[in-house]
């Protein structure tokens, strides 16, 4: 089944937007497309590219060999760019992909896990390729001031409160602004601006959340949210629980011991919201709201408790949000960020 010319049109124009916008590429630099057919948005997303790099090479991924997809992606130079059209995830060889082009000084586009939309997210997933740079950088920036600067906040999430009473870790961005960045690109759709306590025990309270990653890394959406009650920075206890988020919860003890809250992400793509959902957890981690991370796994921040590679699990949760406040601001209400 093939997506409407209407849908890859817009997926054409969205593409363009970040071509031009976010990774300022021209025809003076070389790009390579390896794609694959395996699933309706991969080929949507493919066409979209051809009509966006007409003199990009294109390379389907189960048409050649690991061999000769390596040695055509080691043609480009540095500032070059690799667009990776995923219906699963590329293994070329042990190492990730996307590491070792970045390594080299490419621009690297990623889009793995396409075939996990089905239906309606097909189209979802595309609108949330649009790149709106005033509002990613205007507003992106200016959260991670107010956290930078903030002495604590709390996510009011309806007859529940979670608090964070201390400082934050500096905020890190994923917004498409890479001029400041040692890597130009990653996994889209982007939209995100993240941090975590720098104490994780200052961390308290409870919160209610109305998806999780699963096992699976999937989407879940129990019948009704889950509230989660957090003691020195750890999930302690449940309310509603399911077995299946309990599942999650006794994995994260079996390797972790205990169940830490570690990040606070703020998401900003407008496609995505409670109610307009995708399956793949990595691409819905953009909604625009709050999530967070459960287990010690956290590879952005350093904590003297946690011994990097110590942590093994990293399980995103999104909590119904009321509001946000940074000290005595209100920086989230009604479903969208104001500041």
């Known amino acids: 089944m093939h997506l409407p010319a209407d849908t890859i049109a817009m997926a054409e124009q969205h593409l363009r937007d ?84 970045f390594k080299r000084g490419l621009k690297v586009i990623e889009h793995p896990h396409l075939a996990r939309m089905e239906g309606d997210e097909n189209l979802y997933y595309i609108e949330s390729l649009a790149y709106d740079a005033n509002y990613y950088r205007g507003t992106g920036n200016a959260l991670k001031q107010k956290i930078d600067n903030a002495s604590r906040g709390v996510v009011d999430s309806g007859d529940a409160e979670l608090i964070f009473s201390g400082r934050f870790e500096p905020a890190k961005l994923n917004v498409g602004d890479y001029r400041q960045m040692n890597n130009v690109g990653g996994q889209f759709p982007i939209g995100e601006v993240f941090t975590e306590s720098v104490a994780l025990e200052d961390v308290y309270g409870k919160i209610r959340i109305f998806a999780f990653g699963d096992t699976t890394f999937t989407v879940n959406r129990p019948e ?49 919201s409670k109610d307009k959902t995708v399956r793949d957890i990595g691409t819905y981690e953009r909604m625009c709201g709050v999530h967070l991370s459960l287990g010690a796994k956290h590879g952005s921040y350093a904590k003297p408790h946690i011994k990097r590679g110590e942590g093994r699990h990293h399980v995103d949760v999104f909590a119904v949000t009321e509001a946000v406040k940074l ?6 209400r009604n479903g969208a960020w104001v500041v």
């Not at 949507?44 to 997809?69: G, H, Q, V």
């Not at 043609?75 to 190492?95: G, I, K």
Request: charged share 20%; proline share 4%; glycine share 2%.
């Open 224 to 272: 009704q949210p889950i509230t989660l009650i957090v003691e020195k920075g750890q999930v302690v206890d449940t309310i509603n629980s399911t077995p299946e988020f309990d599942q999650v919860l006794a994995n994260i003890r079996a390797d972790d011991s205990v169940v830490w809250v570690r990040e606070l992400g703020f998401g900003m793509n407008k496609a995505f």
């Open 18 to 101: 970040i071509l031009q916008l976010a990774f300022e590429h021209t025809d003076q630099h070389q790009a390579v497309v390896v794609y694959d057919q395996r699933c309706p948005l991969a080929v949507a997303l493919t066409s979209a590219y051809r009509a966006c790099l007409p003199n990009a090479r294109f390379i389907d991924f189960d048409a050649e060999t690991p061999e000769f997809i390596l040695s055509a992606l080691n043609t480009l130079q540095a500032s070059d760019l690799a667009v990776l059209v995923q219906s699963t995830n590329f293994r070329l060889e042990a190492y990730r992909l996307r590491v070792e082009l």
């Open 327 to 332: 000290d005595d601001e209100v920086v989230y």
